[in-house]
């Protein structure tokens, strides 16, 4: 029997895989079989990645872009078909935080959460999606969070939360529209991870991230990634439109 979760033949390409969840998720993609490109602004990173993973026998492509510019969208799906032949698979995982109480939340800030967070994943989706048609489907994975649900502590983050709330339901609405046209769309929803956007390190944050979460610890991003090959690949192939908690169970309390 054919292994589901097997991506072998399939094309991945991952927004921000040059640090933290999406570096990850590109490892694991390219680990189960899918030819992978990454897709981040800074390209002394991108180069580092593909070092890396090229020491460990996993070949990735990576394309500099800032993904919160409509053109640099246009040419990295350009690029990436040119360099992939196909998209079958889109992670949209670039994303940004910005803390700051409510009061204090300025125009700038909120607009540079909600432009990579929301707007850029949603020019991306389209213009994926548009490809995934004339291929004659795809897979989209967003990866939201379960800020989307719930509200962080002690820290507050209200543009954040509320851009992956947004995550969420875009998540869904794709999904209904999209599933005749053969595109599953799902997401993730990972609690507190350890990586270079998350400071899950600092005392002030140990009451709340890590005491409140059942699993009393915090995730590392390779505990996330098989959330992504799953959703990605065929097994998978009847969940659309679901988003997928990966949070020690801290939604569940
Ligand atoms: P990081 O800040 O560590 O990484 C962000 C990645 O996105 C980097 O590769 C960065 O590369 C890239 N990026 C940022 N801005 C742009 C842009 N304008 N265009 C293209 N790429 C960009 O974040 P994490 O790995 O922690 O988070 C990844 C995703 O997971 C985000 O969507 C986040 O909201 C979500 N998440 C994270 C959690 C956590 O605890 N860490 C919890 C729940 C969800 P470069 O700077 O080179 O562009």
Known sequence: MKNPFDLTGRTALVTGGNQGLGKAFARSLAEAGASVVIAARNAERNRAVMGEFAADGITVNAITADITDAADIERMVTETIEAADRIDILVNNAGTCIHNPAFDVTEQEWD???????????????????????????????????SGFIVNRPQWQPAY?????????????????????????????????????????????????????????????????????????????????????????????
């Open 112 to 146: 540079d959460v909600f432009n990579l967070n929301v707007k850029a994943l949603w020019r991306t989706t389209r213009a994926v999606g548009e490809h995934m048609v004339k291929i004659g489907g795809g897979s989209v994975v967003n990866i939201g969070s379960m």
């Open 161 to 253: 939360n509320a851009s992956k709330a947004a995550v969420h339901h875009l998540t869904k609405s794709l999904a209904v529209e999209w599933a005749p046209l053969n595109i599953r769309v799902n997401a993730v929803a990972p609690g507190y991870v350890k990586t270079e956007m998350s400071p899950v390190d600092q005392p002030e944050f140990q009451r709340y991230w890590v005491e409140d979460t059942p699993q009393q610890r915090v995730a590392l991003p390779e505990e996330i990634a098989p959330s992504v090959v799953f959703l990605a690949s065929d097994a998978a192939s009847f969940i659309t439109g679901t988003v997928l908690s990966a949070d020690g169970g801290y939604t569940a309390v």
